[in-house]
């Protein structure tokens, strides 16, 4: 591995203008998934049935674990009564679905903009179900959240339902994960001795698992700063390190944790070495393809930084800019510090400048959401649909190499394409 440039953190750009990316009802897609016993009820539009039916519509065998309620001329004009008819609605669904452990209401456009109170209904529906089961609200509203930002919003409405840590400590993960890669975290931080490790979302949300003064939280996802914060005003202590992505970024992430649950660092380097060799390893291949290859991120998913920071460190590659919908410094410090300078980093988005500076910078690979995809190819430029990388178990260090050929595989058609002509 080639050094990669000195690590100064890069200057930012704040772009204000034309965005084009998905809201936060996206994130019932996985969230629905993860949280096996959850509903999702978004109080919406028809084109909010719409985005979730095209980017989830794979449910057609099973009993779909999300819906709309769309709200009807009526409703948006006043003349109807809509505590009333979400009342009805939630009661119908209940009945028919005795099953739901917790019952999401979220917000969306719509319904921000005729100022239903989702959250003092949720209150008063769950009140008068004795709880059972919980009904809560969050706002997935394209007006306020940005794509994965539905996934932090959902998780810090469930912060005050997190039963109380009243002795001794725990490790809790902040952030979805496929099920396979927490799997392998359990084991790792098992050998670590570091444990009990809980995970936020949980597979059931019946079985929420504990937070206190005795709680050491590390987020996984770089997205879920207001859960993190949420958790820092239940008693919890917040772990601050790069996120798991990438042999480096992993070890990374492992050693932060292991170091604030007080493992002796000659442990952590025996536990770790082993995996963190084999991601390398698996690496090589993909590192001879992606190194000196230039990428840019449009601002999508908020992993524009932890990916771009592996692909440069791990893989070689040139950051041209780097897009971000929005800049948590509160996440993403500890990565900030190992971007290259060179990288052109903007915060926000002014759609059309942003088209400008790619069609003159011309990377090799330009990550971007699924809209801007299509014409770019036309264009001659090669694309990476970046929601690919929210849905693909990419943490970790067994995952490394999956991750980097996500990459590489947009290249190696391109090349195809160009050899076949
Ligand atoms: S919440 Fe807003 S942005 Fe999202 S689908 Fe509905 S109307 Fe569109």
Known sequence: MSAPDAPVSPAVCVEHGERQTFCGLAGIVWLHRKMRDSFFLVIGSRTCAHLLQAAAGVMIFAEPRFATAVLQERDLAGLAD???????????????????????LIASCPSEVIKL?????????????????????????????????????????LVPWLPPLETGRSLLVVGALADV??????????????????????????????????????????????TMAALA??????????????????????????????????????????????????????????????????????????????????????????????LDRRMLAPELELLPASARLVEGQDLDAQLDRLHADRPDLTVCGLGLANPLEAAGLTTKWSIELVFSPVHGFDQAADLAELFARPLLRRERLLFER
């Open 82 to 104: 809509c505590n009333e008819e979400l009342d009805r609605v939630v009661t119908a669904l209940l009945e028919r679905r005795p099953d739901i452990g917790v019952l999401f």
């Open 117 to 157: 109170d989702l959250d003092t209904a949720a209150a008063r529906l769950s009140a008068a179900r004795q709880g059972r089961p919980r009904i809560l609200a969050y706002s997935g509203s394209g007006l306020d959240t940005r794509f994965t930002q539905g996934e932090d919003t959902c998780l810090a409405a």
């Open 181 to 226: 890669v927490e799997d392998q975290f359990c084991r790792l931080f098992g050998q670590l001795d570091i444990g009990p490790v809980h995970f936020l979302p949980p597979r059931r949300v019946a079985e929420l698992p504990p937070v206190g003064p005795g709680t050491l939280a590390v987020a996984a996802q770089p997205f879920v700063g207001d």
């Open 233 to 326: 005003a239940r008693g919890a202590t917040l772990v601050p390190a790069p996120f798991p992505f990438g042999g480096e970024g992993t070890r990374a992430w492992f050693a932060a944790a292991a170091d604030a649950w007080g493992v002796a660092p000659q442990r952590v380097a025996a536990v770790l070495e082993g995996p963190a060799e084999r991601a390398a390893r698996g690496l090589e291949r993909y590192r001879a393809l992606l190194a000196g290859k230039r990428i840019s991120f449009l601002p999508d998913t908020q992993l524009e930084i932890p990916l771009g920071r592996f692909l440069h460190r791990e893989c070689g590659m040139e950051l041209v800019e780097l897009g971000v919908p929005y």
